[in-house]
């Protein structure tokens, strides 16, 4: 008769002559019962998921990632047995999941095993920022400035910093010295804007002094005159 893993065959033989033959009968194959594993436990032993089959004593423990598998052999007729080790697989990792890493955290890919629970994550390490640098700018009394100051080219960081508008820069531009009959003028203009104002110099008066005199007599008037030291002007 077949078994599960050898081929049967019945002989016929003619009953008058020395004719024969024989018919194969193939091999049955197993007929697979599954049992699932169990955990071990601080009490008891456990097991993993193995094969068994319903006509023969044939027993097959399946490979996992980190473990060897077997398939147990006996013979039908005197019960030997033999072993065959199935190689452990090894993980079988594929992503499962992905963070970019930013110029500030870390980022990561994780791995999962499409066999069993086990992962693994790779850290992809922080970018650091990508410095692009930009001038500073000064100040006026009609705009605000800012200082030299960095930006990243992949995020919003920053050293941007500004500084508020200034007083007007005032220099002199013009002047008219004032004089004995007429207010004078300085005049300033702002260099940033050119706005300007006007400080009125206030006339200075005539500044008189004697420039000549004349004692009077019994007949005639005497006199004194006076003469500005700035001006033409005389009394």
């Known amino acids: 008769m077949p078994t599960c893993t ?38 008891e032993v456990g097991y993993e998921a193995y094969d068994t089959c319903s006509r023969c004593d044939y027993a097959k423990t399946e490979p996992t990632c980190i473990s060897d598998g077997k398939e147990e052999y006996a013979c039908t007729y005197c019960l030997y047995k033999y072993e065959v080790t199935l190689p452990m697989l090894g993980h079988n990792c594929a992503v499962a999941d992905t963070k970019e890493p930013t110029c500030t955290a870390d980022g990561y890919t994780a791995y999962k095993c499409s066999r069993c629970e086990y992962g693994y994550t790779d850290t992809l390490g922080k970018l650091g920022h990508e410095i692009v640098h930009h001038e500073g700018k000064v100040p006026t009394c009609l705009e605000t400035g800012y200082e030299a100051y960095d930006t990243c080219s992949r995020c919003d960081y920053s050293t941007y910093k500004e500084l508020g508008k200034v007083e007007h820069n005032y220099m002199l531009s013009a002047k008219t010295e004032p004089t004995c009959l007429s207010d004078g003028k300085e005049e300033y203009e702002c260099t940033y804007c050119l706005y300007k104002y006007e400080v009125t110099l206030p006339m200075l008066g005539h500044d008189c002094t004697v420039a000549d005199t004349k004692e009077p007599t019994c007949t005639e008037d005497g006199y004194t005159a006076y003469k500005c030291s700035r001006c033409e002007y005389m009394k």
């Open 6 to 43: 050898a081929d049967g065959h019945t002989t016929y033989k003619c009953s008058r002559c020395e004719y024969g033959y024989t018919d194969t009968l193939g091999k049955l194959g197993h007929e697979i019962v599954h049992h699932e594993g169990k955990t071990p436990t601080c009490l």
